[in-house]
């Protein structure tokens, strides 16, 4: 197994609505616990930043790495804005890792962030959209749930997947939300409470949607071979996929297989020397309940068409064969957009060190993450060694 | 969607791949020898849902139902006009409509006005 680089520290803010906060101060929140888990570092050791944000259209604001350098005395090194939809944040990840293994820098810093809250639901709705085909899609008024329900009354169509296995989903994440802190929404629900929450596009309702939520996430990342310079508890990444698929979910043979996860996750076991036996836990982009079940297919936790029937056995439940987003999720722990990759960084990295309480996942050697943008359009994965 | 009203999509002369949205160059091959596909006006129900949230442009048509149609070897999504999501199963028949081409010119910047929709058929 080839470390490709070293997770020195994490550092999240509290994911919710953060109306006392804006971007800029969520970035800073979240780098001071990265930077309190650090050691022997000086700040000029940090050799470029990459910032995932998804839409300037809830603050009027690009250019993130500019400010993330300014507020945290880094100047004058440059900075790049990752943009991927709700892939930016592994997209940011990716590059910090494929730079230090360039060798151009020892130390670099990533980031995700999103500040939503300010905007109404209408508003949100349309700044996703923008991930969409304008031609086809944004024209005919198709939103983002709409689309993923799409995905759902297909699957339920060809599989027997039901609205019940949706609201499992949701059901399971908000459980092991109620016992991470730091998440949006930390508190249980039940089945009837899912199937009776107001449709947002059917099948697909409120509580199956992840929330609108303001956040940031940010990691140190560093060679390999300094990791245990700068950090006392490092973790790796071993391997990683980067995959795409049309903007456009009418263009595909299957709207209810995301080849692009199922390509980036093979990808990264193949990088890695593992396979999805292998993986004990994971966080995957359940922006919406059925995509969690879609994930776990392409991750090669359940056979095709039977991600519902993996739920149904409890076997993504914490304890069972494979811990499924035992942060909460997207659903539960929330989705800053540009922030999520690196949300579920924080999350793996903290469960392979053994510092997740109460929802700590027993035993796990490697954590998977799936971040995507779009309808699984761009996908960037990678898993993370002890 | 082209001037007559019709919808189309592009087939490529060399490879024989089809595509939709129309686009000046063949994905698949890379030629540029295209020639214009007019889509079937009949077709059939891959995926559906019923939209109740919506951008600004569309919150005053919620709930409104949405489909992505097969119309021969293409899919396309659209909104499903006077059709209510009980009404809808993966593989219902549907038939292609175009607004009128003066309606069209009218309301080019609106968005919240498509150029097609689908009805079902039985």
Known sequence: MRKLA?????????????TELNGRELIVEAFLEAWR????????????????????????????????ADWLGLLPKGSVRVEGCAAAGALALRLGVIDVLSGLNDVVLVCGLEKMSLRTTSQVTDALMAASDLALEQYNGLTFPSIYAMMATAHMAKYGSREEDLADVAVKNHKNAYHNPKAHLQKLISRDEVLRS????????????????DGAAVAIITRPELAKKYSASPTYVIGMGHKGDTIGLYERDDVCWPSAVSEACREAYSMAGIEADDVSLAEVHDAFTINEILNCEAAGFARRGEGHVLLREGQ??????????????????GHPVGATGLCQLYE????????SGQRQVPGARFGLAINEGGSNSIVATHIISN | MNEEGKLTGVSCKSCRATMSPPRPVCSRCLSTDLEWLELPKVGRIVAFSEIHVANDAFQSSVPYVVAIAELGEIKVPGIVKGAEIGQ??????????????????SSTNDLSQPAYWFRLVS
Request: net charge positive; hydrophobic share 35%.
């Open chain 1, 198 to 213: 107001k449709v947002v596009a059917w099948p697909l309702k409120l509580y199956d949607s992840s929330p609108i939520s």
């Open chain 1, 348 to 355: 793996l990295h903290n469960q392979l060190l053994g510092k």
């Open chain 1, 37 to 68: 888990e650090c050691r022997n570092i000086d700040r000029r050791e940090i050799g470029a930043i990459y910032v995932g944000s998804q839409s300037e259209t809830y603050e009027h604001q690009i250019m993130y790495g500019s400010i993330v």
């Open chain 2, 88 to 105: 809808l199963r993966v593989g219902s028949n549907i038939r292609v409509e175009t607004r009128e081409a003066s309606a069209r010119e």
């Open chain 1, 316 to 333: 993504t439940e914490i304890g069972g064969k494979v811990a499924v987003n035992p942060s909460g999720g997207l659903k539960a722990r």
């Open chain 1, 6 to 18: 070293a997770v020195a520290s994490v550092g999240m803010s509290k994911i919710g609505k953060r």
